[in-house]
């Protein structure tokens, strides 16, 4: 059964970093990624990692910021967020793909907030 779990979220301060975790299990991924989703708003991409972590896409807004890695021995990707601000508050997920279309294993997130 492929399973993916994060964990690592919390309250932080505005400027404070936190780093998730997602574990999968069941199966090893090409792809893996991080969306998030804030109340009353729809799911967005954060970052993306391919399997060796030669290749990496972040949305403008976590470039500089955030940075996607990946230990495939743990089969586990990392989420390094720092300078956190109030509006990185999200519930956020980890996606993981073996096809180069939609991401289609979705853990069931985790809770950011980021207090001013």
């Known amino acids: 059964q492929v399973q993916l779990v994060e964990s690592g979220g919390g309250l932080v301060q505005a400027g404070g970093s936190l780093r998730l975790s997602c574990a999968a299990s069941?199966?090893?991924?090409?792809?893996m990624a991080w969306f998030r989703q804030a109340p009353g708003k729809e799911r967005e991409f954060v970052a993306r990692?391919?399997?060796?972590?030669?290749?990496?896409a972040y949305t403008d807004s976590a470039k500089g910021r955030f940075t996607i890695s990946r230990d495939n021995a743990k089969n586990t990707v990392y989420l390094q967020m720092n300078s956190l601000k109030p509006e990185d508050t999200a519930v956020y997920y980890c996606?993981?793909?073996?096809?180069?279309?939609?991401?289609?294993?979705w853990g069931q997130g985790t809770q950011v907030t980021v207090s001013s």
């Open positions: 996606a993981a793909s073996n096809t180069a279309l939609q991401f289609d294993s």
């Open positions: 069941g199966r090893t991924f090409n792809r």
């Open positions: 990692i391919s399997w060796t972590g030669a290749n990496t």
